[in-house]
């Protein structure tokens, strides 16, 4: 079936600008995790969902993030005010249910470019 | 929060064995090990999971200690498309959150 797919897969934007970023995850898979990979860096933990809830969100870097779920299925990562540090390559994964034991299928990821 | 250490890069030959250790010091009971393997412009992709002893698929061998505090990932016989960045993740269940740690990464660059 069909993987974790992301969009925009590049995204250019000027400092100030919202930008919104979006992930579908595979189909019944009811966890969901956005993670921020800066260039040459690990991955970075942001947040995640299980079902259409977020019970941590303490890994977002500011209040400018922000990640709504609806329906149990898509997801989106909104950024607003953007900064130049914001610009990294934005991965979401989904696995099947919660719990460390269960493997995370990820996207290609989305390019952010903040000029 | 379970901390990952890893070294930062690693050489190899082709058809040699390699290992790559990851320190998790502060694992959790309830904690698995995973490793991921990350090529340019993709999104890191599963390579092996464990929780104690030793594990083994059809492309890695994962080796974790009795005490957990750290685990070595295995490849037989490396080529060179096994170049590639590895990653080492430990999963924390804290109340109703959930943190999870990636190691900052091996890049494991395998030479003809």
């Known amino acids: 079936g069909a993987g974790v797919s992301q969009s925009p897969s590049n995204k250019v934007t000027e400092k100030g600008k919202d930008v919104e970023l979006r992930c579908d995850p595979i189909s019944g898979h009811t966890a969901l995790y956005w993670y921020r990979q800066s260039l040459g860096q690990g991955l970075e933990f942001l947040i995640y969902?299980?079902?259409?809830?977020?019970?941590?969100k303490s890994g977002l870097p500011s209040d400018r993030f922000s990640a709504e779920r609806t329906g149990g299925s898509v997801s989106t990562l909104t950024i607003q005010r953007t900064q130049q540090e914001d610009s990294a390559v934005y991965l979401c994964?989904?696995?099947?249910?919660?719990?460390?034991?269960?493997?995370?299928?990820f996207g290609p990821g989305t390019r952010l470019t903040v000029l | 929060l379970a901390k990952t250490t890893q070294p930062i890069s690693m050489d190899s030959y082709e058809g040699q064995e390699v290992n790559i250790t990851c320190s998790h010091n502060?694992?959790?009971?309830?904690?698995?090990i995973t490793w991921y393997q990350q090529f340019p412009s993709q999104g890191p992709r599963f390579i092996i999971q464990g929780y104690k002893t030793k594990v083994t698929n059809e492309v890695a061998s994962l080796f974790i200690p009795a005490d957990r505090k750290s685990s070595t990932l295995s490849l037989p016989r490396v080529s060179l498309s096994d170049t590639a960045v590895y990653y080492c993740l430990v999963g924390a269940v804290s109340g109703s959150a959930r943190q999870l740690t990636f190691g900052s990464g091996t890049q494991l660059t395998v030479l003809p």
């Open positions: 994964a989904s696995s099947l249910a919660h719990g460390s034991a269960n493997e995370q299928f």
């Open positions: 502060n694992i959790a009971t309830n904690d698995y």
């Open positions: 969902f299980q079902g259409n809830s977020a019970p941590d």
